[in-house]
């Protein structure tokens, strides 16, 4: 059986939950694992993140290629379309949110989240370099009515994990939300969340969260 180790907080984590749920593989979770950099956490995941999947005796970290592996694994039911083209275009638009859109903005989750200002400088290049993500997302999003065109895929999984923290960072930095240009979006992520698998996993993020703030404060 393969089991999942991260906690229901991670976008990371959470965008590998809703491939294995929407493909309806069966999988145990560790959800109490966090980051670590000790070594008998980086024997298991070597940059000391989450999260990692145990697959028998093997362990697969970095959640695209998590992802990847369970879609060779598992092929059905897919998510990925058939033809090369159209994975690449999947494959594109992943890269997109992930290295061009959440990766940028993730350099003001210190300031913003977690009481570790940033400066000035890294302010105006990631306002700079989210404009770049968000015109190249744009230009190959599709919402008809999945991101990637007519079908769910991997590309959904990303959008809806780090498509709304892209909203809030830039609200929160730049005082406006760098995707509020990008006008199917929110209908698009409202119907992903009326999907069991998307709901479950929203459930458990609020609930996760609600439970690391209600701790934080005491
Ligand atoms: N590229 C990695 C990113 C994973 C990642 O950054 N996870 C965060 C939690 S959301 C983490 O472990 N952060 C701790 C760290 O970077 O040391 C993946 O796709 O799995």
């Given at each position: 059986m393969l089991k999942l180790c991260g906690f229901h907080v991670s976008n990371y984590h959470?965008?590998?939950?809703?491939?294995?749920?929407?493909?309806?593989?069966?999988?145990?979770?560790?959800?109490?694992?966090?980051?670590?950099?000790?070594?008998?956490?980086?024997?298991?995941?070597?940059?000391?993140?989450?999260?990692?999947?145990l697959v028998n005796d093997e362990i697969l970290r970095e959640s695209h290629v998590i992802c990847e592996y369970l879609e060779d694994a598992y092929p059905q039911p897919p998510l990925l379309p058939k033809d090369p083209l159209e994975r690449a275009r999947v494959r594109e638009l992943i890269v997109f949110m992930e290295l061009h859109m959440e990766l940028v903005v993730r350099r003001l989750y210190g300031g913003l989240f977690f009481g570790r200002p940033f400066s000035d400088e890294t302010k105006a290049e990631v306002e700079r370099e989210i404009a770049k993500g968000v015109r190249a997302f744009q230009a190959v999003a599709k919402f008809a009515p999945f991101v990637a065109g007519s079908a769910l895929t991997l590309a959904?999984?990303?959008?809806?994990?780090?498509?709304?923290?892209?909203?809030?960072?830039t609200r929160l930095a730049f005082g406006r939300d760098y995707l509020d240009d990008v006008a199917p979006l929110k209908p698009y992520l409202r119907m992903l969340g009326e999907r069991p698998a998307?709901?479950?996993v929203n459930e458990d993020r609020?609930?996760?969260?609600a439970a690391a703030q209600a701790a934080a404060k005491k």
């Open positions: 959470n965008k590998v939950r809703l491939a294995l749920l929407e493909k309806g593989i069966p999988f145990e979770e560790d959800a109490a694992c966090r980051p670590s950099q000790k070594p008998e956490y980086l024997a298991k995941s070597p940059m000391g993140k989450v999260p990692y999947l959904d999984c990303a959008a809806f994990v780090h498509l709304p923290i892209v909203s809030m960072s998307f709901a479950r609020k609930a996760a969260q």
